[in-house]
């Protein structure tokens, strides 16, 4: 029969394992997104580094740099979201209809979703702007995304100026690349 005090004991040793897997996890987490597309400014503004890469859905790399200078936009989504079908149109229509100083870039939340799946969602709304995988949800950290669609707006210097959560209409979106 196993004592009480060794019950505790096991009991005991078993939480500080966990608490040492947690806060080592915590800790690689932390070091592993020290190498993605965003800087903290000391300021607190959220700055895009235009010397990273994104991967695109075809697996092509294609450099942070060739947008630089141009109004940004975000949109994190998965095919299997609700509210991202309900945007899906209204992300078409702004593609379609942005001007030139602007660009949308669709990150594929590919760490909880499959190729073939947005690949579908993608051919089911005749979907042509860039879309990018976020393997390792590095992006997704970066940017603190907890639900889907949210989507990011950043001036030419690649400041982040607005976060949106849940769907967003193409003429909210125009609205707000107004401004600026």
């Given amino acids: ?11 005991s040793a078993f939480t500080v394992v966990v608490l040492i897997v947690v806060c080592l996890n915590t800790e690689l987490t932390k070091h592993k997104n020290d190498d993605n ?14 010397t990273s890469d994104l991967i695109k859905l ?12 141009k109004i940004l ?19 078409k229509a702004f593609y379609e209809g942005k001007n030139e ?3 949308l870039l669709a990150i ?8 073939k799946n947005a690949m579908k969602f993608l051919a089911l709304y005749d979907l042509d702007f860039p ?10 950290n970066s940017f603190q995304i907890l639900t889907y ?12 100026k607005y976060k949106i959560q849940g769907p967003i209409e193409h003429k909210q979106l125009n609205a707000l690349i107004e401004k600026l």
């Fill in 108 to 115: 594929n939340a590919i760490s909880v979703d499959s190729r």
């Fill in 73 to 91: 936009v975000l949109n994190f989504w998965a095919s299997w979201c609700k509210p991202c079908h309900t945007e899906a149109t209204e992300l």
């Fill in 131 to 140: 879309v990018f995988l976020d393997k390792e949800k590095s992006l997704e």
């Fill in 37 to 50: 597309s965003i800087v903290d400014s000391s300021d607190g503004t959220k700055k895009l580094d235009f």
């Fill in 58 to 69: 075809d697996e092509t790399v294609v450099p942070m740099k060739e947008y630089q200078g």
């Fill in 101 to 103: 100083q602007a660009e």
């Fill in 1 to 11: 029969m196993i004592s009480k005090k060794t019950v505790g004991l096991i009991v």
């Fill in 149 to 160: 669609p949210t989507t990011l707006i950043f001036d030419t210097v690649g400041t982040m």
